[in-house]
């Protein structure tokens, strides 16, 4: 798969504090990136580093195939739908008013505009003025003057913040169906890895400016390192054969911590030539969000 976004070394400093952290990112064409990562790990200025509006210390943007610098950046944009922090829409003018300065501003045909604003389902909504919006119809606008130009990329930073579940819901279903239908690569940003695992086909996990993990939901999974519950006779054995701090569970099952899948076999070997009678192993299975923590080591703060 082609990559629509390839960085290297991206990196970006304010004083002595290094926010963005020789990141090489690489997400494909017609995905739904997933840009995971805490409050302050970088998300917003990575996403500015793409669209110059912020220049890296050091390191390199390439965007379609093509390095972003000060003479290509301009017609590069031209291609980028963005949506950054919160959306600028002015709150004294109506919605459709804040459309059609997106069209003068870009030169496009009314069609666009309309498209766009019929993707994001607010028809109902322009003649109302956007100070009068709720938080999900500003984003929702928001997207919409992202998508009038018809971009090949869309940059999203955290457009399900604010958003009711239904809102996310319909997020989602539209961020699937830009790069399902229409071949749009969307970069999308959040803290909450629930809200963008089921739209995300990769996932770009930072913290304190490093990409810590880039890869699809399956290689993260494979990343877990699951419990495996024991059933046996010899409780005291298999207790004994890892740590002799293990929890049991049960009388006859004992749980040994994190042991990597492929080494499975291994350990139920050493259990047996240890002396136990095993009657039962089985694996507890993480869940994503799981591995997820396990990752960035922030429990609950994610
Ligand atoms: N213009 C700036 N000058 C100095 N420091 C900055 C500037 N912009 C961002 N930072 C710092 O860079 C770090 C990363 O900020 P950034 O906004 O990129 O994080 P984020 O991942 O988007 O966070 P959030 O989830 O809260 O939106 C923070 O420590 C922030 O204070
Ligand atoms: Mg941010």
């Not at 069209?103 to 607010?122: E, F």
């Not at 279903?173 to 071949?183: F, V």
């Not at 699951?226 to 049960?250: C, M, N, Q, Y």
Request: net charge neutral; proline share 5%.
């Amino acid at each position: 798969m082609p990559a629509v976004v390839t960085t290297t070394g991206l990196t970006k400093k304010y004083k002595n504090q290094t926010v963005v952290d020789s990141l090489d990112l690489h997400i494909p064409e017609a995905c739904v990136y997933g840009f995971l990562g805490p409050n302050g790990s970088g998300k917003s200025t990575t996403m500015k580093l793409l669209l110059s509006l912020v220049e890296p210390t050091s390191g390199e943007v390439e965007i379609f195939g093509r390095r972003m610098d000060r003479s290509s950046r301009r017609h590069m944009l031209e291609g980028i739908g963005a949506l950054i922090e919160s959306p600028a829409a002015y709150g004294h003018l109506t919605g459709r008013e804040n459309m059609r300065i997106v069209q003068h501003m870009l030169d496009l045909r009314p069609a666009q505009i309309d498209r766009a604003v019929a993707s994001v389902r607010m028809e109902g909504q322009m003649g109302k003025k956007v100070q009068n919006y709720s938080l999900g119809m500003k984003q929702r606008l928001g997207i919409a003057m992202a998508l009038a130009r018809d971009p090949k990329l869309l940059v999203l930073d955290e457009p399900t913040n604010g958003l009711d579940p239904a809102g996310i819901e319909e997020i989602r279903d539209l961020m699937i169906r830009l790069a399902a239908e229409e071949g749009i690569t969307v970069m999308v940003s959040s803290h909450l890895l629930a809200e963008i695992e089921r739209m995300a086909t990769v996932l770009g996990i930072l913290q304190q400016g490093r990409l810590i993990f880039q890869g699809s939901k399956e290689d993260l999974v494979d990343r877990s390192l699951p419990d495996l519950l024991v059933d046996t006779a010899d409780p005291d054995i298999v207790a004994h054969t890892f740590t002799r701090s293990l929890p049991s569970v049960g009388t006859n099952r004992v749980r040994i911590p994190e042991v990597p899948v492929a080494q499975t076999p291994e350990v139920v070997r050493e259990l047996v030539t240890a002396g136990a009678r095993i009657e039962g192993v089985r694996r507890e299975e993480q869940s994503l969000e799981t591995v997820f923590i396990k990752l960035t080591g922030r429990e609950g703060l994610l």
